[in-house]
């Protein structure tokens, strides 16, 4: 168990230090922000998308080990399905956080940020600690 927490950890860390490694380089000019500004259909089809992408992926996000097929995995496989299902909740939740956050600084459109920050706030809720790696695979549904 503690070697699937580790992988689950590994992969919210290096989303996190990603995200965070984007605010740093717009921030101090290191990469220049608004360079598509001017592109207004693109920024409102990217807008458009990553609208139902964040929302669909958070809601989906929080709920996946709530569904009947993938809880009893979890209870019968615990380690490899902690795993494979634990690694797929965070790429939900991850990967509109990244993008949200790399979209802000291209179009400097603070829907994106404000996406990227309810991605952010949705974090604890799936923060692989070993306690909630040890709750999601017990058989409490």
């Known amino acids: 168990m503690k070697q699937t927490r580790n992988l689950l ?3 919210f860390m290096f989303a996190m230090l990603f995200a965070l490694a984007i605010v740093v380089l717009y921030e101090t000019d290191t990469l220049e922000p608004g360079v598509f500004a001017a592109e207004s259909q693109t920024e409102f089809l990217c807008t458009t ?9 958070i809601f989906l996000a929080l709920r ?12 019968n496989q615990k380690a490899k399905g902690l ?3 634990g690694t797929i909740r965070l790429i939900l939740l991850m990967t509109p956080l990244v993008t ?3 979209f802000y600084y291209l179009f400097m459109n603070t829907t994106f940020g404000y996406m990227a920050i309810i991605g ?3 974090t604890p809720f799936v923060f ?5 790696c040890e709750d999601e695979v017990a058989d409490n549904q």
């Open 9 to 11: 950890l590994s992969i």
């Open 49 to 57: 998308f990553m609208e139902l992408l964040t929302l669909g992926g």
């Open 64 to 75: 996946l080990f709530k569904f009947d097929g993938i809880h009893q995995q979890l209870v």
């Open 83 to 85: 795993s494979k299902w």
């Open 100 to 102: 949200n956050t790399y």
């Open 120 to 122: 952010l706030l949705c």
């Open 128 to 132: 692989p600690s070993m306690a909630r």
